[in-house]
């Protein structure tokens, strides 16, 4: 699986967009970008994933460059509930739930 | 309902003895993963299966056992407990192919080794 690389930390503010990069510069033509979270020692939670598109859910938005070597979470309007860690994580969608490699991931902190 | 269900949710063990966590799932996955999680770092693959009676080992697997007699669950053993299995373990599960192929957690077992 191709590796990822986060930001360790960032401050949003409530109501405000966040926006969270994500950069595989190695990743494989059929490898999807998956995005989870974890919510204060949870289990982590899927928020979204993607091959090459844009995609939209309830949750969030991923925006994936052209070149696919980069990709951006957008959470459009964050609330205090957003505080999380975000993973970002790179894998061929056949066995995408499977064997998942955890980075550092970025910790996310919305602010009043 | 239920999705990924962990027993127990905590558990303190003493250095030596051995315990089972349960991990049971109500989805039909056929793929299901341990990790385990210590303070402040990512999760870490302990021992996967993608399907009954099929598992192989992840990135830590020393000191757990698993094995996959049925769908639906998918046990790990501790063998002779150790400090440095003090740690949150989770448990999760997803399908191979199709329109959903996120994995699913469950809560967690946070385990203590004294």
């Known amino acids: 699986d191709a590796k990822t690389t986060q930001p360790p930390s960032m401050d949003c503010a409530e109501g405000r967009a966040a926006n969270l990069p994500c950069n595989h510069s190695t990743i494989s033509g059929n490898e999807y970008v998956y995005w989870y979270r974890q919510i204060h020692s949870q289990g982590p939670q899927y928020?979204?994933?993607?091959?090459?598109?844009?995609?939209?859910?309830?949750?969030?938005?991923?925006?994936?460059?052209?070149?696919?070597?980069?990709?951006?979470?957008?959470?459009?309007?964050?609330?205090?509930?957003?505080?999380?860690?975000?993973?970002?994580?790179?894998?061929?969608e056949g066995a995408a739930g499977n064997k998942l490699t955890f980075g550092g991931g970025t910790r996310v902190l919305v602010k009043p | 309902n239920a999705g990924v269900t962990q027993t127990p949710k905590f558990q303190v063990l003493k250095t030596g003895?051995?315990?089972?966590?349960q991990c049971a799932q109500d989805m039909n996955h056929e793929y299901m993963s341990w990790y385990r999680?210590?303070?402040?770092?990512?999760?870490?693959?302990i021992h996967y299966s993608v399907g009954a009676g099929i598992t192989d080992q992840g990135e830590v697997p020393n000191g757990y056992n698993v094995s996959r007699s049925t769908t639906e669950d998918f046990p790990l053993r501790l063998l002779s407990a150790a400090?440095?299995?003090?740690?949150?373990?989770?448990?999760?599960?997803?399908?191979?192919?199709?329109?959903?192929?996120?994995?699913?957690?469950g809560q967690g077992t946070r385990l203590t080794v004294v």
């Open chain 1, 47 to 92: 928020i979204i994933h993607g091959l090459k598109n844009n995609e939209t859910n309830e949750m969030a938005s991923l925006i994936i460059t052209e070149d696919r070597k980069s990709s951006t979470l957008i959470l459009p309007h964050a609330t205090l509930r957003d505080t999380a860690v975000y993973y970002c994580i790179v894998r061929v």
């Open chain 2, 17 to 21: 003895q051995s315990m089972t966590l």
């Open chain 2, 37 to 45: 999680q210590d303070p402040g770092m990512g999760l870490r693959l």
């Open chain 2, 83 to 105: 400090p440095s299995q003090t740690s949150v373990y989770f448990c999760a599960s997803s399908s191979p192919g199709g329109v959903n192929t996120e994995a699913f957690f």
